[in-house]
């Protein structure tokens, strides 16, 4: 089939020709040895190189799922993090009442809440993330604001 495509590819018609003995040359000359080697080599050449693309997809994919799984865990974490500081101690960790509401302003767990967000509600094992510090960072900056202004304030 290949010696066939690249007939027609090198004189711009089928082998059907006219003349027996002219076809006969033709496929002679495409069917070469060193022919059928070159046509083998390219399509090696292209099978490889799409191979190659192929393999360099997956890592990709593969990169951006571990990255998301990673992200994921995280997320899994600071949640139940939360759920266990909002759940009152007496009870075990209920993820319905954290959804709830329970912890409004003016309940007694809000102040719980603060104090767990603060906190990041973070497992001691795991580091922080990139957006994790500057939140942190952030925060920190605010506290430390705040307590300059109530250090003016007792000044004054």
Do not use: F, W, Y
Not at 94 to 119: K, N, Y
Not at 121 to 143: V, W
């Amino acid at each position: 089939a290949a010696a066939a495509a690249g007939a027609t590819a090198a004189s711009g018609s089928p082998l059907s020709s006219r003349s027996p003995s002219r076809a006969r040359t033709r496929t002679r000359a495409v069917a070469s040895p060193n022919a059928r080697g070159s046509i083998v080599n390219s399509q090696l050449r292209s099978a490889t190189t799409d191979l190659c693309h192929q393999r360099l997809a997956l890592e990709l994919m593969q990169e951006r799922h571990e990255t998301e799984t990673a992200q994921l865990r995280n997320e899994v974490g600071r949640l139940q993090g939360l759920v266990t500081a909002l759940s009152p101690p007496s009870q075990p960790a209920v993820a319905v009442r954290a959804a709830d509401g329970a912890a409004t302003a003016g309940t007694p767990s809000s102040g719980v809440a603060r104090e767990a967000e603060r906190a990041g509600a973070r497992s001691s094992s795991r580091r922080r993330g990139k957006s994790e510090s500057r939140r942190h960072a952030h925060k920190r900056r605010q506290r430390q604001r705040e307590r300059e202004r109530e250090r003016r304030r007792g000044e004054l």
